[in-house]
């Protein structure tokens, strides 16, 4: 089974910190991705990537960055927490590019900013 | 762009009744459509998904036709359990542009199903 796993289940950090949520997936998977996920909006994306150090801007980039130096792992990066980046984060991976291929979801990471 | 309309919740039901989810989508391309669900606390786990039109996704007793004439993918069930009580979400999967395809989902619908 496909297991993508991040590294925290809560976090709290301060506003003005730098935050760094990692996210590990095991099957080998081109495709990775960081959403939000807040109440009454849904899931949306913030970045992903189809190959190492490889990144593409999703709805909303702004605040945040990513970091692929490995095919397994991929990093978001709170330069500056800010309190309206308090959110549930949900890391996904996917095999190859294509329109069918299943995401992958880890637990989330709920991150609150102070 | 593509977007992604589903009924808004939260949905409560008695055990053993009908359900259904009612999701239509826009897109500019030919997508795949998805059900995804999230129980309490965890991670989305793909529920079911139809890559054409005409395409029945079945899984755990749910049901969903891809309908392309009225852009719908609606999910449904003839019996729910207090089990399927989650978070449900309907998605589509459309080229992105940047060489890789993305989703885009719907803004979730709680259904809580009582005894």
């Known amino acids: 089974d496909v297991k993508v796993t991040q590294s925290s289940r809560y976090l709290v950090k301060r506003t003005g910190e730098k935050v760094f949520l990692e996210c590990v997936q095991d099957?080998?998977?081109?495709?990775m991705f960081w959403y939000r996920q807040d109440p009454g909006l849904g899931l949306r994306l913030i970045y992903f990537?189809?190959?190492?150090?490889?990144?593409e801007k999703g709805d909303i980039p702004e605040g945040y960055s990513v970091s692929r130096e490995k095919k397994e792992r991929f990093s978001l990066i709170l330069e500056s927490a800010s309190t309206n980046q308090t959110s549930m984060y949900l890391c996904a991976s996917s095999a190859s590019r294509s329109s069918y291929n299943e995401q992958f979801f880890g637990p989330g990471t709920r991150l609150t900013v102070l | 762009g593509n977007s992604v309309t589903q009924m808004e919740g939260p949905v409560t039901l008695s055990e053993e009744a009908f359900l259904t989810i009612n999701c239509t989508y826009t897109a500019t391309g030919y997508p795949s459509l998805f059900w995804y669900v999230q129980y309490p606390g965890e991670g989305l786990q793909l529920l079911l998904k139809a890559t054409k039109a005409d395409d029945k996704g079945s899984n755990k007793g749910f049901e969903a036709t891809y309908r392309k004439e009225t852009t719908s993918f609606h999910l449904e069930k003839g019996s729910v359990q207090v089990s399927d009580s989650a978070v449900y979400f309907c998605a589509l999967s459309d080229y992105s542009g940047a060489g890789s395809y993305q989703l885009t989902f719907g803004k979730g619908t709680k259904l809580s199903v009582i005894p």
């Open positions: 099957m080998d998977h081109e495709n």
């Open positions: 990537s189809y190959d190492v150090k490889m990144k």
